[in-house]
């Protein structure tokens, strides 16, 4: 055994005979943390690419480095290169020293890093080629997804099978929070990317869910992946490192108990306040409003026993860099989790929504909360396993002030842009009509925050680079001193009967006050307020006779339960589960009523849309307009939920940097969206949308279409056989009269390129239409009939 | 949990009860605050719930806009801020320079993307020559700015700009005809000559 590394723990009470020796593997570890070191630089430098295009368009110089398609690389690298690896790092070393066992399998450890990195670099070459499912946080196509839940199973075999051999009978508070993590990650990635391939050996695949189920299916899982990967996973790691690097207690385990419970049933019950006032049913609104409520003081738990055990070892957080850190990282942890519950008012999300106010909340988590605990993480663990100290601790001091000051640059200039555009997008004149009427008015305002944004993340970029330095000089990439430990093999002991403990009294307790509180929710006006009365009366006696039992003697009911590592995953996964079910399993069993006048989109306008998902145009316009009267002077009349029914997957969108185009089908002449995907600033002064040029010269590939259709058919779109097999013929004439219209006009394009199938999918938004009608009587042509020229 | 502060049950603050790999667990009591932001939370939840959903005491998104609505409705038809759009008063206007000042601004932010901002056309045609499509007279202006021609591209302005700017905008066009900038785009329509009006 080293003695360098202060980890290692040699259990006294182990007498030689007894005493296994274990030599933890801390190659793994050193191994996902220089990944994700070097992927966060990665991920971040393309944040700084994006920042710049936002701020000055030119900087879209190529049609696979535009921001629509830079935009899903740099979410995706930070969130699941970065965040990921550190997650697994952190999970991979301390696991095995709180279950007092080396990680199970080196084979399986392997097969998952090398699988995870190889998940990221496709990831890098297929988002900027456009390969996209178009679902925010999940854009990776079908067999990547495949290979993301293998590399997945790897993991949770591995981590469950250390568990199962594990010398350390109770699970710690870490512990739980990477169960929870490994079960709900895996159920959220698997739901939500069920997708028909389109067949033909093409990477297209469409969502087998449409409009409002998939918006529903998505924000619970965007949603949940915000709270099983880039929060669970670091509460867990927050609460082996910090109260490590304090040398302090942990200050309450009741609160840890209490706070993890209730974040992860609440949590998974708040997806749909990414949804507040858009067509989405109201009860499923209000259900996401009311939990992102509740969700507020169970966050702080963690935030709470984070800044409490650092009680009276504070003159310690300003010398030792990694302490900084983590009290940075919780106390922007606990701004965002303020934030985020605020933000989940309806009439609060009436002004964020849709504005910069959202980008900078999110930055906020992911800069100050995921950042930094990284970098305190790093910082602790690195000259540990290399056996080393830290290369300088006046860089990694550094390396904070710079950190710090980009993200308050970064969170202040993305508050005033997102406050300042919400207030000017509902700004209106007494007669109601509107104050800034022209979109760009409003992106022009916003214009100096975009380039303070682009300096506090070029800031943290330039102290991720620093301690991508320090780190390597430290031994990042040297090979780790390994750590063995001597430990003592859990004795067989006879356990509590697990029905006992299925059918104890605080989870009866906790079943029958949810089920009571639940029947109230879905009852009456008149019997409701009964059921939640009988259910706090339930709860308030069942609370105080466990109380008084407990006083009684005997082992706490917890204590129990964290010693059976099955029945606690199975429990996790049914708290888990609960709030999913309950809110999409109706949205999956009713149809809305109103979808019967719907329409699928003609051949052309559907490859038109699988452009405009490639492009990533939904990263910058949303398709939802919303039931407010400044929304609709704007836009047109409030968006309907039978309109996006055929849309898989659906386009409402999350951001608007360009207005919403849910009614943009008619508003301009074909000639006017030519020109403005040719060059938006020739026709919006101002403008910071990408140009589109190349779509002129991109051809569709009209083979595919009948497939496309025939996939789409699968999953509940009704096009008929005859759509199918006239899907190229019916492409073909409507892209012929587009093109001849605009010809007329003097702009000259085939009708078989993506330019044209684009407009075509424009001008189709917000209308109705029959499927393969005949050109001239299609929505998006213009014949000026002969009254209109005599006018 | 709140649990009632018995001397002999609430644990002697920071003492510790597990340990594991070298990492101590205290059992402090959870802070009261903490406790009664979680409680008023949920309070909170199931009261709004009642009054939203169960009871439907207050309105929906979709209810409050209906209201807004309507409150607009019955505003715009007690109030008449501006004159009707006579052919007499749109050509007092096109003579008032505050009002072909105000209509210039609107144009140049609003209409000249299409128009161009000298008004000689772009993707929408010229407004700086003879010929019309929907007609010259300014009521005809008036009209097609404020209703638009949806078929051809032309959106209805009114809703979005009010009455005044609709107005003012009318009576900023008016002075382009005849202008005949140069680069404008080839006539369209039927052509009716200023002295015609």
């Given at each position: 055994?080293?003695?360098?590394?202060?980890?290692?723990?040699?259990?006294?009470?182990?007498?030689?005979?007894?005493?296994?020796?274990?030599?933890?593997?801390?190659?793994?570890?050193?191994?996902?943390?220089?990944?994700?070191?070097?992927?966060?630089?990665?991920?971040?430098?393309?944040?700084?690419?994006?920042?710049?295009?936002?701020?000055?368009?030119?900087?879209?110089?190529?049609?696979?480095?535009?921001?629509?398609?830079?935009?899903?690389?740099?979410?995706?690298?930070?969130?699941?290169?970065?965040?990921?690896?550190?997650?697994?790092?952190?999970?991979?070393?301390?696991?095995?020293?709180?279950?007092?066992?080396?990680?199970?399998?080196?084979?399986?450890?392997?097969?998952?890093?090398?699988?995870?990195?190889?998940?990221?670099?496709?990831?890098?070459?297929?988002?900027?080629?456009?390969?996209?499912?178009?679902?925010?946080?999940?854009?990776?196509?079908?067999?990547?997804?495949?290979?993301?839940?293998?590399?997945?199973?790897?993991?949770?075999?591995?981590?469950?099978?250390?568990?199962?051999?594990?010398?350390?009978?109770?699970?710690?508070?870490?512990?739980?929070?990477?169960?929870?993590?490994?079960?709900?990650?895996?159920?959220?990635?698997?739901?939500?990317?069920?997708?028909?391939?389109?067949?033909?050996?093409?990477?297209k695949s469409y969502s087998v869910y449409g409009g409002a189920q998939d918006a529903l299916v998505q924000w619970w899982y965007g949603h949940n992946a915000v709270?099983?990967?880039?929060?669970?996973?670091?509460?867990?790691?927050?609460?082996?490192?910090?109260?490590?690097?304090?040398?302090?207690?942990?200050?309450?385990?009741?609160?840890?108990?209490?706070?993890?419970?209730?974040?992860?049933?609440?949590?998974?019950?708040?997806?749909?306040?990414?949804?507040?006032?858009?067509?989405?049913?109201?009860?499923?609104?209000?259900?996401?409003?009311?939990?992102?409520?509740?969700?507020?003081?169970?966050?702080?738990?963690?935030?709470?026993?984070?800044?409490?055990?650092?009680?009276?070892?504070?003159?310690?957080?300003?010398?030792?860099?990694?302490?900084?850190?983590?009290?940075?990282?919780?106390?922007?942890?606990?701004?965002?989790?303020?934030?985020?519950?605020?933000?989940?008012?309806?009439?609060?999300?009436?002004?964020?929504?849709?504005?910069?106010?959202?980008i900078g909340h999110v930055h906020s988590g992911a800069l100050g909360w995921n950042g930094f605990m990284a970098a305190g993480m790093f910082y602790f663990l690195?000259?540990?396993?290399?056996?080393?100290?830290?290369?300088?601790?006046?860089?990694?001091?550094?390396?904070?002030?710079?950190?710090?000051?980009?993200?308050?640059?970064?969170?202040?200039?993305?508050?005033?842009?997102?406050?300042?555009?919400?207030?000017?997008?509902?700004?209106?004149?007494?007669?109601?009509?509107?104050?800034?009427?022209?979109?760009?008015?409003?992106?022009?305002?916003?214009?100096?925050?975009?380039?303070?944004?682009?300096?506090?993340?070029?800031?943290?970029?330039?102290?991720?680079?620093?301690?991508?330095?320090?780190?390597?000089?430290?031994?990042?990439?040297?090979?780790?001193?390994?750590?063995?430990?001597?430990?003592?093999?859990?004795?067989?002991?006879?356990?509590?009967?697990?029905?006992?403990?299925?059918?104890?009294?605080?989870?009866?307790?906790?079943?029958?006050?949810?089920?009571?509180?639940?029947?109230?929710?879905?009852?009456?006006?008149?019997?409701?307020?009964?059921?939640?009365?009988?259910?706090?009366?339930?709860?308030?006696?069942?609370?105080?006779?466990?109380?008084?039992?407990?006083?009684?003697?005997?082992?706490?009911?917890?204590?129990?339960?964290?010693?059976?590592?099955?029945?606690?995953?199975?429990?996790?996964?049914?708290?888990?589960?609960?709030?999913?079910?309950?809110?999409?399993?109706?949205?999956?069993?009713?149809?809305?009523?109103?979808?019967?006048?719907?329409?699928?989109?003609?051949?052309?306008?559907?490859?038109?849309?699988?452009?405009?998902?490639?492009?990533?145009?939904?990263?910058?316009?949303?398709?939802?307009?919303?039931?407010?009267?400044?929304?609709?002077?704007?836009?047109?009349?409030?968006?309907?939920?039978?309109?996006?029914?055929?849309?898989?997957?659906?386009?409402?969108?999350?951001?608007?940097?360009?207005?919403?185009?849910?009614?943009?089908?008619?508003?301009?002449?074909?000639?006017?969206?030519?020109?403005?995907?040719?060059?938006?600033?020739?026709?919006?002064?101002?403008?910071?949308?990408?140009?589109?040029?190349?779509?002129?010269?991109?051809?569709?590939?009209?083979?595919?279409?009948?497939?496309?259709?025939?996939?789409?058919?699968?999953?509940?779109?009704?096009?008929?056989?005859?759509?199918?097999?006239?899907?190229?013929?019916?492409?073909?004439?409507?892209?012929?009269?587009?093109?001849?219209?605009l010809a007329k006009e003097g702009a000259h394009v085939e009708p078989d390129t993506q330019m044209v199938a684009v407009i075509a999918y424009l001008q189709r938004?917000?209308?109705?239409?029959?499927?393969?009608?005949?050109?001239?009587?299609?929505?998006?042509?213009?014949?000026?009939?002969?009254?209109?020229?005599?006018? | 949990?709140?649990?009632?502060?018995?001397?002999?049950?609430?644990?002697?603050?920071?003492?510790?009860?597990?340990?594991?790999?070298?990492?101590?667990?205290?059992?402090?009591?959870?802070?009261?605050?903490?406790?009664?932001?979680?409680?008023?939370?949920?309070?909170?939840?199931?009261?709004?719930?009642?009054?939203?959903?169960?009871?439907?005491?207050?309105?929906?998104?979709?209810?409050?806009?209906?209201?807004?609505?309507?409150?607009?409705?019955?505003?715009?038809?007690?109030?008449?801020?501006?004159?009707?759009?006579?052919?007499?008063?749109?050509?007092?206007?096109?003579?008032?320079?505050?009002?072909?000042?105000?209509?210039?601004?609107?144009?140049?932010?609003?209409?000249?993307?299409?128009?161009?901002?000298?008004?000689?056309?772009?993707?929408?045609?010229?407004?700086?020559?003879?010929?019309?499509?929907?007609?010259?007279?300014?009521?005809?202006?008036?009209?097609?700015?404020?209703?638009?021609?949806?078929?051809?591209?032309?959106?209805?302005?009114?809703?979005?700009?009010?009455?005044?700017?609709?107005?003012?905008?009318?009576?900023?066009?008016?002075?382009?005809?005849?202008?005949?900038?140069?680069?404008?785009?080839?006539?369209?329509?039927?052509?009716?000559?200023?002295?015609?009006?």
């Amino acid at each position: 055994m080293t003695s360098i590394a202060p980890t290692a723990d040699v259990r006294d009470v182990a007498s030689p005979a007894q005493a296994a020796r274990v030599i933890y593997d801390d190659t793994t570890p050193m191994r996902f943390m220089a990944a994700s070191v070097l992927w966060g630089i990665v991920g971040m430098l393309v944040g700084v690419v994006v920042a710049l295009q936002l701020a000055w368009a030119p900087a879209n110089v190529h049609a696979t480095l535009s921001f629509g398609r830079l935009r899903p690389l740099h979410t995706n690298a930070v969130i699941f290169a970065f965040v990921g690896n550190m997650i697994f790092a952190g999970i991979y070393h301390s696991s095995q020293r709180l279950l007092k066992a080396r990680t199970a399998s080196d084979v399986l450890s392997k097969i998952h890093f090398w699988g995870w990195q190889l998940v990221i670099v496709s990831a890098v070459v297929t988002l900027p080629l456009g390969l996209t499912q178009g679902k925010e946080y999940a854009e990776l196509e079908w067999p990547i997804d495949i290979a993301i839940a293998l590399v997945w199973v790897v993991f949770a075999i591995n981590f469950f099978w250390t568990i199962a051999r594990r010398n350390e009978k109770h699970l710690y508070v870490a512990i739980w929070f990477y169960i929870a993590t490994i079960v709900t990650v895996a159920i959220l990635h698997i739901v939500n990317s069920l997708a028909i391939p389109v067949i033909g050996g093409t990477l297209k695949s469409y969502s087998v869910y449409g409009g409002a189920q998939d918006a529903l299916v998505q924000w619970w899982y965007g949603h949940n992946a915000v709270a099983f990967f880039l929060t669970t996973p670091v509460l867990g790691i927050m609460y082996y490192y910090l109260p490590k690097a304090a040398g302090r207690p942990v200050y309450s385990y009741r609160l840890s108990i209490i706070h993890f419970w209730a974040l992860i049933f609440v949590y998974i019950w708040a997806g749909p306040h990414h949804l507040l006032n858009t067509a989405l049913p109201d009860w499923a609104q209000t259900l996401g409003m009311i939990f992102s409520l509740m969700l507020w003081a169970p966050s702080w738990g963690g935030m709470l026993n984070g800044l409490l055990t650092l009680r009276g070892g504070w003159s310690k957080v300003r010398e030792d860099p990694v302490l900084k850190f983590f009290a940075a990282g919780v106390t922007f942890y606990g701004m965002a989790t303020f934030e985020g519950p605020l933000l989940s008012i309806k009439s609060v999300s009436g002004l964020a929504h849709y504005t910069d106010w959202i980008i900078g909340h999110v930055h906020s988590g992911a800069l100050g909360w995921n950042g930094f605990m990284a970098a305190g993480m790093f910082y602790f663990l690195v000259p540990r396993l290399a056996g080393r100290p830290l290369h300088s601790r006046r860089l990694a001091d550094l390396h904070f002030w710079i950190g710090t000051f980009g993200i308050l640059l970064y969170m202040v200039a993305m508050w005033v842009s997102g406050v300042s555009q919400g207030m000017m997008w509902r700004a209106t004149n007494p007669d109601g009509s509107l104050m800034y009427p022209t979109f760009v008015e409003t992106l022009i305002a916003i214009r100096p925050m975009y380039w303070m944004r682009l300096l506090g993340g070029s800031l943290y970029l330039l102290g991720m680079v620093l301690m991508g330095y320090n780190l390597v000089r430290t031994g990042l990439t040297a090979k780790v001193v390994e750590t063995e430990v001597s430990v003592v093999p859990l004795a067989r002991t006879p356990e509590v009967p697990w029905r006992d403990v299925v059918f104890s009294k605080p989870i009866v307790l906790t079943v029958v006050v949810l089920g009571v509180a639940g029947v109230g929710m879905a009852s009456n006006a008149f019997a409701s307020p009964l059921f939640l009365i009988v259910a706090f009366v339930i709860g308030l006696f069942g609370v105080l006779a466990i109380q008084h039992a407990r006083r009684s003697g005997g082992p706490p009911f917890h204590r129990i339960l964290e010693g059976r590592a099955l029945l606690f995953t199975v429990l996790s996964g049914l708290a888990v589960l609960a709030g999913g079910v309950a809110e999409i399993v109706p949205a999956l069993v009713v149809k809305p009523v109103e979808a019967v006048d719907a329409k699928p989109y003609r051949a052309l306008e559907l490859e038109g849309r699988d452009v405009f998902i490639a492009e990533g145009c939904y990263t910058c316009h949303s398709q939802m307009i919303r039931p407010m009267r400044f929304e609709t002077v704007r836009y047109g009349d409030p968006s309907t939920l039978a309109e996006s029914v055929f849309d898989h997957p659906f386009q409402w969108g999350s951001k608007r940097t360009g207005p919403d185009l849910a009614r943009e089908g008619g508003k301009y002449p074909d000639l006017w969206h030519y020109r403005h995907l040719v060059d938006p600033r020739a026709i919006t002064q101002g403008s910071n949308m990408p140009p589109y040029a190349h779509l002129s010269d991109a051809r569709l590939d009209l083979e595919r279409t009948g497939d496309k259709m025939h996939a789409l058919s699968k999953v509940g779109v009704p096009y008929t056989d005859g759509d199918i097999r006239g899907a190229q013929e019916d492409a073909r004439a409507q892209g012929h009269a587009i093109a001849s219209e605009l010809a007329k006009e003097g702009a000259h394009v085939e009708p078989d390129t993506q330019m044209v199938a684009v407009i075509a999918y424009l001008q189709r938004l917000g209308k109705k239409t029959e499927p393969g009608t005949r050109p001239a009587d299609g929505v998006s042509m213009k014949e000026p009939s002969a009254e209109e020229n005599a006018r | 949990m709140k649990s009632p502060s018995t001397p002999e049950s609430s644990e002697s603050v920071d003492r510790v009860i597990h340990e594991v790999d070298g990492i101590q667990e205290y059992d402090n009591k959870l802070p009261n605050w903490w406790l009664y932001t979680l409680y008023g939370a949920i309070a909170f939840a199931a009261c709004y719930w009642y009054w939203f959903e169960t009871a439907r005491l207050g309105a929906s998104p979709v209810e409050a806009y209906q209201a807004e609505m309507d409150r607009a409705a019955a505003d715009q038809a007690m109030a008449l801020t501006v004159g009707d759009a006579t052919p007499e008063a749109l050509a007092a206007l096109a003579k008032d320079p505050n009002a072909t000042a105000l209509g210039k601004q609107v144009f140049v932010s609003t209409c000249a993307a299409c128009h161009r901002a000298d008004g000689g056309g772009s993707v929408g045609p010229n407004l700086t020559d003879e010929f019309w499509l929907h007609g010259s007279a300014p009521e005809r202006i008036y009209r097609t700015i404020a209703s638009g021609v949806p078929d051809k591209g032309m959106p209805a302005w009114q809703p979005q700009l009010g009455a005044l700017k609709t107005q003012a905008v009318t009576a900023y066009v008016l002075g382009l005809v005849g202008t005949n900038v140069s680069g404008g785009k080839a006539p369209q329509g039927e052509r009716e000559p200023i002295s015609a009006r």
